[in-house]
């Protein structure tokens, strides 16, 4: 059976070849690994608003769309764009007064508020404008536009900047040459939401064209991956390719219970211009504290900021085992795939037991199941859930709750 159902069939062949292509272009396209981190919950989760009118555009396959986005190119580039994503969390309320204390002034509980790892949790819900910009391997920028303050998060050469104008906060580290654990391929645009969720692509998937769209200006081709699994809570992801440079300009992920994407990942304008040198320059501002980061533990950033909505369901069953925790099993494969391990602990207590609103969070989050692996707690999002049993153990995937239940089931 071929690994893409559709008209126009792909081959696993030619997904290796996707992936190939990808890696030979990593030794252009490495920056710091805290810019990594930051890059992947931002521009990567990228909304965009489509013109009206569909262009009439020649027509193309599946297969040669993906080769296509495999021998995009694209260097430099600047734009505007927004985040949406929207994994149907409650409303924390008052739950946020209560442990706003502990977290300190920054939301973090230390560390300065200009360090990446202080953002993510303002990504992961709403919407969020931001302006980015790229001239090949060594400058990147990324800002995001709040209400009345600005965070930028600069790459320029051996320079890593973040700076957050609302505090007068500066983070800096230092990219080293010599050591390749702080030198990563950026994963941060749509083209890489595209190609992690093509990975996952073999028989449970079928890959079609259909249709083209305007994204920000420009004629793009639609290309639609559809899991076939009746477990997976990923209805489709919708990406739509630019058609003069292969470049995804927008990735929508909609879940199989509808409504409102999940994650609605895009560019609202966009240019293919070289940025001028001065974007990517920065001096800390008069009177601005500075912090002084560690780059040898950039690494431990990107492994905390490249989980964002967009990894769940785009990461192939070879990935999910690697980063977690230690005893990590994967049951299953493609998109049905469930990560287990056991943490040795009892399960999570009833909102009754806790009291107060944090109590009233459980409950809103878990829905109490049973089976022949005894009771748990299942906590859901519109795309990532997870059970956790009352002896300790955990199973989580973008999987149903009655998956979780059959896979907890299964291990008895």
Do not use: C
């Amino acid at each position: 059976m071929a690994p893409y159902e559709s008209d126009d069939s792909v081959t696993a062949a030619d997904a290796e070849e996707l992936r190939s292509a990808r890696r030979r272009r990593a030794a252009r396209y490495v920056v710091p690994a805290t810019v990594v981190g930051v890059a992947a919950a931002t521009i990567g989760l990228v909304p965009a608003l489509a013109d009206s009118g569909d262009p009439d555009l020649p027509k193309i396959s599946a297969q040669e769309l993906i080769e296509k986005i495999a021998a995009s190119d694209v260097q430099q580039l600047s734009g505007t764009v927004k985040i949406t994503t929207d994994l149907g969390l409650p409303d924390l309320g008052g739950l946020e007064s209560s442990l706003g204390s502990a977290a300190g002034p920054s939301g973090s509980g230390d560390g300065s508020s200009a360090d990446p790892t202080t953002k993510l949790t303002e990504l992961v819900s709403g919407t969020h404008t931001l302006r980015v910009a790229a001239d090949g391997e060594d400058r990147q920028k990324v800002s995001l536009l709040e209400n009345a303050a600005e965070y930028s998060l600069i790459h320029n050469g051996k320079d890593v900047w973040g700076y957050d104008s609302k505090s007068n906060s500066v983070f800096h580290t230092t990219a080293s040459e010599s050591g390749g654990k702080q030198k990563e391929e950026l994963p941060a645009t749509p083209k890489d939401l595209a190609e992690d969720a093509l990975k996952a692509a073999d028989k449970t998937t079928s890959v079609t064209v259909e249709g083209t769209a305007q994204v920000a200006g420009r004629d793009a081709y639609r290309l639609v991956i559809k899991p076939k699994d009746d477990g997976s809570t990923v209805g489709q992801i919708t990406v739509a390719v630019d058609a003069k440079t292969g470049l995804p300009l927008k990735f929508t992920l909609t879940p199989a219970s509808g409504g409102a994407a999940v994650v609605d990942a895009g560019f609202t304008q966009v240019s293919f211009t070289r940025p001028a040198a001065s974007t990517f320059d920065f001096t800390p501002p008069k009177g601005a504290k500075v912090e002084e980061g560690d780059a040898a533990k950039a690494p431990e950033h990107r492994e905390g900021l490249h989980k964002g909505p967009g990894d769940g369901p785009g990461k192939g069953s070879d990935d999910l085992g690697k980063g977690g925790p230690e005893g990590l099993n994967v049951i299953g494969d493609g998109w049905d795939s469930i990560a287990t391990f056991d943490t040795g602990g009892q399960g999570v207590p009833s909102g009754s037991e806790v009291g107060g609103d944090v109590g009233g969070f459980l409950d809103s989050l878990g829905d109490k199941v049973s089976g022949k692996f005894g009771e748990g707690t299942v906590f859901k999002t519109r795309l990532i859930n997870a059970l956790i049993t009352d002896d300790g153990k955990v199973y989580v995937g973008a999987v149903t709750k009655d998956a979780l239940v059959k896979a907890a089931d299964a291990g008895k």
